[in-house]
Nanobody, 123 residues
Framework: QVQLVESGGGLVQAGGSLRLSCAASGSIFSINAMGWYRQAPGKQRELVAAITSGGSTNYADSVKDRFTISRDNAKNTVYLQMNSLKPEDTAVYYC?????????????????WGQGTQVTVSS
């Protein structure tokens, strides 16, 4: 069974830093892009940052120069280093990845989401 497990959320003061991790496990064949999304109360889920298996990245304008996404392909893990946090960064952060996996001798692809981790930034 394939799953994404996140860790690293918490409460931090404005200007502080947090590092989120998301590890994929199971009978994984390959993972291309991995991304972080967030959803604040009353708002739609939005893309924060994404990274391909080759290391190409893109960021939401609101987090450029403050957040850094990286990944360890050998560990099927993606990270989000968040610096200079602002109260408006408060949200539940979700990891996402389309994953190719084996089951019963066949290969499948499915879009997976983590369970979400709360990030709260106090002013």
């Amino acid at each position: 069974q394939v799953q994404l497990v996140e860790s690293g959320g918490g409460l931090v003061q404005a200007g502080g830093s947090l590092r989120l991790s998301c590890a994929a496990s199971g009978s994984i064949f390959s993972i291309n892009a991995m991304g972080w999304y967030r959803q604040a109360p009353g708002k739609q889920r939005e893309l924060v940052a994404a990274i391909t298996s080759g290391g190409s990245t893109n960021y939401a304008d609101s987090v450029k120069d403050r957040f850094t996404i990286s990944r360890d392909n050998a560990k099927n893990t993606v990270y989000l280093q968040m610096n200079s946090l602002k109260p408006e960064d408060t949200a539940v952060y979700y990891c996402n990845a389309p994953i190719k996996y084996y089951s019963g001798g066949y290969a499948y692809e499915h879009d997976y989401w983590g369970q979400g981790t709360q990030v709260t930034v106090s002013s």
